[in-house]
């Protein structure tokens, strides 16, 4: 099974070398193609106002001048030689992706690249307990469920152009509770953080945090399961078109 690896945190993220430890649990056939740099928030955007460039580190680890969708694109498109991956694996991302995360989010958005080709694509992110944590944050509940999470996947038929949103609790991996397969939440934007302060020239900024999260009976999305202690598994759908409104639009216009 040939697998690509790829992240929005960057060629160097621990994450990414998490997910490396982990995939090769599952194959000795592995390509990593990454972005140079950061591109947290990035979401599905493609660049297209300046040409991208290829770093070669070794044999099969790259990186590419761009967001994590250019990544997929140049290694499906350009890098990969001979069969095309079997499995897309992005990640895994420092800090969660859950609820609306994933239309901001480049973790699956890379994840999201690889299902419109046709490749099975799973996203992971690792949840971490407080603000601030930078390069602390512990990946020991993605390094220690990884494995067990993903392999059933593997002997699962997923429908066409759909992929799977994974998320581990912020907690030792002895202490996780299980695997819940459950809906993608929301949170309540009308608690949006907006940080403010002043930079040292005397201007001020802004910095946007998180809203809580909207409460569910019985606890049945994302949100709620991670932090009751679970990892999270969301299968996402690219098709966005809301259905029950086909009719109603179409009346309208009658």
């Known amino acids: 099974m040939r697998i690509l690896l790829t992240n929005d945190d960057g060629i160097n993220a621990t994450g990414l070398k998490v997910l490396e430890k982990i995939a090769r649990t599952l194959s000795d056939d592995i ?25 070669r580190h070794d044999e099969r680890r790259f990186s590419v001048s761009g967001t994590p969708t250019d990544a997929v694109l140049m290694a499906l498109g350009q890098i990969i030689e001979g069969p095309r991956p079997d499995l897309v ?47 602390q944050v512990p990946f020991d509940a993605a390094e220690g469920w990884g494995e067990k999470v993903l392999r059933p996947l593997l002997d ?50 802004y910095w946007f945090g998180l809203g ?26 690219l098709d966005l078109t809301h259905d029950p409104s086909l009719d109603v639009l179409e009346a309208a216009y009658r």
């Open 31 to 55: 390509w990593i193609v990454a972005p140079m740099e950061e591109q947290s928030g990035a979401g599905h955007s493609l660049t297209l106002t300046r040409p991208l460039r290829i770093r």
């Open 89 to 135: 694996l992005s990640g895994v991302n420092r800090g969660a992706n859950l609820a609306e995360d994933v239309t901001y989010s480049g973790t699956v958005s890379a994840a999201m690249e690889g299902a419109l080709a046709g490749v099975r694509s799973v996203a992971l992110s690792q949840v971490y307990a407080r603000d601030g944590m930078g390069e």
């Open 156 to 205: 699962r038929d997923m429908p066409h152009r759909t992929l799977v949103n994974i998320n581990f609790p912020a907690m030792a991996a002895e202490a996780v509770k299980g695997v819940k397969v459950v809906r993608q939440g929301f949170r309540d934007y009308g608690r949006l953080k907006i940080v403010n302060g002043t930079d040292p020239r005397g201007f001020p900024y």
């Open 212 to 237: 809580g999260s909207v409460e569910t009976a019985g606890h049945t999305t994302d949100v709620e399961a991670v932090a009751d202690g679970y990892i999270t598994v969301t299968p996402l759908q």
